[in-house]
Each structure stands twice: as C-alpha cells, then as structure tokens.
C-alpha cells in the first residue's frame, strides 16, 4: 500500500473537515434534514443528500448544517426535506429529485424564498400553498 503525501493528507483531513462542519454546524444560517427511514431510502432519500452535499460543496457554503432524520410518517410523499432558517417555521418538501432539490437549495436555503410548488406545509400544519 503506498503512502500518503503530505498534501494527500491534507486533502483528506479538509474533506473530513467539510463534513464535520456541515453535520455540527458552526454559525447555522439553515439546517436541512433529509428524512431517511427504510421508506425514504427505497424512494431515493439518499440521492437527494448526495445532491445536497454537492451544491453545499460546489457553492462553499458554510453555513448550512445538514442532518438526517428517520421516517417523517408520509412515506407515499418521500423522499422529503425539512429546511429550517433561523427564526423561522420549518418547511417540509415532498416528492423530491435531484433537480427540485438543486431548486430548494437555492430559493429557500440561500435565497429566503420558500419554494410553494414543492412545500407540504409549514411547521406542524399542513398549509395550501398557491402553485404556482
């Protein structure tokens, strides 16, 4: 087996680093949770963290803590996300794919703006958003 350089060392310890800071948080702006019970997994939740990961690491984003979650009790809905800005009701997402939530990221995570197609509700309360 060969050995690290130091600069492969580095690298791996800067990955290990990036992953660490998105699942404790530093200064949180949002959090996101991507529901990942049995049923989350089987509809494709783990394509939509990957999809997550990706856009938090090719923006640099900082300050966005992700997490997972088990089942949320809607699995004819998943996959879902749950994103909560600071000082603000959570938003629960539905029926996600890797495009929806490239969309959700950056209209509500960064941009303040919830994402009304895609929301089930706000909160605990189912909310009927106006589709646009």
Same mark, same amino acid.
Request: hydrophobic fraction near 35%; aromatic fraction near 4%.
């Given at each position: 087996?060969?050995?690290?350089?130091?600069? *492969?060392?580095?690298?791996?310890?800067? &990955?290990?680093?990036? $992953?660490?800071?998105?699942?404790?948080?530093?200064?949180?702006?949002?959090?996101?949770?991507?529901?990942?019970?049995?049923?989350?997994?089987? !509809?494709?939740?783990?394509?939509?963290?990957?999809?997550?990961?990706?856009?938090?690491?090719?923006?640099?984003?900082?300050?966005? &803590?992700?997490?997972?979650?088990?089942?949320?009790?809607?699995?004819?809905?998943?996959?879902?996300?749950?994103?909560?800005?600071?000082?603000?009701?959570?938003?629960?997402?539905?029926?996600?794919?890797?495009?929806?939530?490239?969309?959700?990221?950056?209209?509500?995570?960064?941009?303040?703006?919830?994402? !009304? $197609?895609?929301?089930?509700?706000?909160?605990?309360? $189912?909310?009927?958003?106006?589709? *646009?």
């Amino acid at each position: 087996m060969p050995k690290l350089t130091l600069e *492969e060392l580095a690298k791996v310890r800067e &990955q290990a680093r990036k $992953k660490t800071h998105l699942r404790e948080g530093g200064e949180v702006r949002a959090k996101v949770t991507v529901h990942m019970g049995t049923c989350g997994i089987a !509809a494709g939740a783990r394509t939509i963290m990957s999809t997550l990961l990706s856009e938090i690491e090719s923006r640099d984003v900082r300050d966005v &803590q992700v997490t997972n979650s088990g089942c949320a009790g809607l699995c004819s809905r998943e996959p879902m996300i749950t994103v909560e800005l600071a000082g603000e009701a959570p938003v629960k997402y539905v029926d996600l794919n890797p495009d929806k939530m490239k969309t959700i990221f950056a209209e509500h995570v960064l941009g303040g703006k919830i994402v !009304a $197609k895609y929301a089930l509700g706000i909160g605990s309360e $189912k909310t009927d958003f106006p589709k *646009e």
